[in-house]
């Protein structure tokens, strides 16, 4: 008999998996799909000798998690390239805000109004990050806080809606880009905790970037199977998994699921019921014959630049995906450009290019003419450099990746208390009715991202369980 089981080899199976393995337990581990990634995956979408991130594509939360800065993962082949830039947020008059890896950078294109409120806003935490986001990632439960005071100094500045924290800038450009960072989560401006998004990404971009893996996203789960199986651990691939009973016997399964499918698989009927799924988004991954040719210089060497005129026009756009159950007019856009610092990602010359909208969930239009005229507004020419583009909205997204209820690539909403207590009201959220099954996707604290913490708590859990048995 095994050890431990995990179904789904997204970075949250895969970290759980190599957790238990490390600490000298039998674990083998179940894929439905061909590889493992979940949202971590690299494939010739478009044009052969094009690699696309089908998912995610830059990485502020994995160079900083805890749980990748723990295992040797460079051994395996991830290599982080960093942009001269983590990230831009350009506006209609040719300009731009940034987010540098230098404070002082990001506070000057904001204008002379607003820098002095931003380095205060930052420096409190920049030199505390590393304890802090153990802090921050690692609740609740699953270990004591190193530094309870920066920790609840975060949270008085974090809790409240970014709308709030917004109040601290006088000009457009900071309350612009910050909202814009917290559009990455899919989540309205107004809502609780809000503000601690929009830090969260900020301070990774000042201490640890907004990297690239070099190849592709395929390269973080490549190179936690390949410590895998170093390890001893087993992995199954083409295995979908309908029922517990698909699965060898084990002392305990960990699922890298949605609540929903983790439900049906157990046979937990309504237990998840009142789990709420968020927005999807429509997405469109570009082969390019050339760079994106944004009006503001600083978009070119830029990893990811948001698009949106100004704070409301996000707003709307945020509204209207989660509130209105309409598609935006004017979408507020996250787009990722690897290939300006990762030349392996595209024949020579050319360049790959991702961008994508939030929409209602399960919406089932096609939002490409919307994006590329917002694109069109701030890179202007950028449909004459366009070889081939793949789309998809929120049932092929589904289709790719099961956990995407709906198109919603966080796997849950991220608004109200679920932001934070997910998936259910509960201290123990790894834990399910079954006291040998546990969940450890990104619809378990601290929610989404490619960063694996919910499957380094979720394994605490579970080999705390194993031990008294």
């Not at 360049?351 to 994006?371: E, R």
């Not at 099954?437 to 705390?464: D, E, L, Y």
Request: glycine share 10%.
């Amino acid at each position: 008999m095994l050890d431990a089981v995990v179904v789904g080899a997204g970075p949250n199976g895969l970290t759980a998996a190599v957790e238990l393995a490390r600490r000298g337990f039998s674990v083998a581990l179940f894929e439905a799909k061909g590889t493992v990634g979940g949202g971590a995956r690299t494939e010739e979408l478009t044009l052969p000798g094009f690699r696309h991130d089908p998912c995610s594509a830059a990485h502020p939360l994995a160079v900083s998690s805890p749980a990748f800065r723990g295992l040797p993962l460079e051994r395996y082949g991830l290599e982080w390239l960093h942009p001269e830039l983590p990230m831009a947020h350009p506006f209609p008059d040719g300009t731009a805000a940034v987010l540098a890896r230098s404070v002082g950078e990001t506070a000057a294109s904001f204008g002379p109004r607003d820098a002095g409120a931003y380095r205060r806003l930052v420096t409190p935490f920049l030199y505390r990050w590393d304890t802090l986001v153990r802090d921050f990632m690692s609740l609740p439960l699953t270990a004591l806080p190193r530094d309870p005071v920066t920790l609840a100094r975060f949270g008085l500045v974090g809790l409240p809606p970014s709308t709030w924290l917004a109040r601290r800038f006088r000009d457009e450009r900071a309350r612009t880009l910050f909202a814009g960072l917290v559009a990455h989560v899919m989540a309205p401006l107004s809502g609780f905790a809000t503000s601690a998004i929009g830090l969260v990404f900020a301070l990774a971009a000042h201490t640890r970037g907004w990297p690239v893996a070099r190849g592709g996203s395929q390269a973080i789960s490549d190179a936690l199977a390949g410590y895998l199986r170093e390890l001893g651990g087993a992995v199954h691939t083409d295995y979908e998994v309908k029922r517990l009973d698909d699965l060898p016997p084990a002392r305990a399964y960990v699922f890298d699921t949605s609540p929903t499918a983790l439900a049906r698989i157990a046979g937990f009927g309504d237990h998840y019921a009142r789990y709420r799924y968020g927005p999807g988004v429509f997405k469109i991954d570009y082969a390019l014959d050339g760079p994106v040719p944004w009006t503001a210089p600083e978009a070119r060497g830029a990893g990811t630049v948001q698009i949106g005129a100004d704070s409301a026009e996000i707003g709307a756009a945020l509204r209207a995906a989660s509130r209105e159950k309409r598609a935006p007019d004017a979408p507020f856009l996250i787009t990722v450009q690897p290939s300006v610092v990762d030349p392996t990602r595209a024949p020579d010359g050319k360049h790959v290019f991702w961008a994508y909208g939030h929409v209602p969930h399960g919406w089932t239009g096609d939002l490409t003419d919307a994006i590329e005229r917002q694109l069109e507004r701030f890179a202007p020419g950028f449909r004459d450099r366009v070889l081939a583009r793949a789309t998809a909205g929120p049932p092929e997204l589904a289709a790719r990746n099961a956990n995407y209820v709906g198109g919603d690539i966080a796997t849950g909403a991220v608004s109200g208390l679920q932001t934070l207590l997910r998936p259910k009201l509960s201290l123990f959220p790894y834990s399910t009715p079954h006291p040998a099954v546990f969940i450890c996707s990104q619809a378990t604290p601290p929610g989404p991202g490619v960063h694996g913490m919910p499957g380094h708590n979720a394994a605490k859990a579970v080999w705390r369980r194993l031990r008294q048995t």
